[in-house]
């Protein structure tokens, strides 16, 4: 019996935002919900286009990599799977592909994003850079 490797379209390494948990995709989505007249908008809402596509990006990366090793969780509140052993895990497989300054680009990036998610959690103990 041959067993057939999973390939980049079955596992990818940053999960599309419509494929994010949904307590998350609710989160991100209400922080970027953009403002009107004398409503504020979400967290998210003064960055550019292109700097909440990479916070995305990031944060769809390290739920791909809670995928791919079995621990993400489709239930959990928004951001609260960044842990500390979550993210010990994540580094591990970041240092082994990636050099220092990409991972501390990683790490930065998702802390954001956690925070934008997030705005009331303190996220100081599992992504100190």
């Known amino acids: 019996m041959m067993t057939r490797i999973k390939t980049a379209v079955e596992h990818p390494r940053s999960l599309p935002i419509h494929e994010w ?3 998350d995709r609710r ?3 209400d922080a970027c919900r ?3 007249r004398l409503t504020p908008g979400g967290a998210a809402s003064y960055l550019a286009q292109v700097s909440r596509e ?3 990006r990031r944060y769809g990366a390290f739920l791909g990599f809670l995928q791919r090793t079995g621990r993400l969780e489709k239930a959990a509140a928004a951001a609260a799977q960044v842990t500390l052993p979550n993210v010990h895990a994540y580094l591990a497989g970041l240092r082994a592909r990636v050099r220092s300054v990409t991972v501390y680009n990683c790490i930065y990036k998702l802390r954001r994003a956690a925070e934008l998610l ?3 959690a303190d996220f100081s103990l599992a992504l100190r850079i």
């Open 21 to 23: 948990p949904s307590a």
């Open 34 to 36: 953009p403002g009107h």
């Open 118 to 120: 997030a705005p009331a």
């Open 27 to 29: 989160a991100w989505e």
């Open 54 to 56: 990479d916070f995305a």
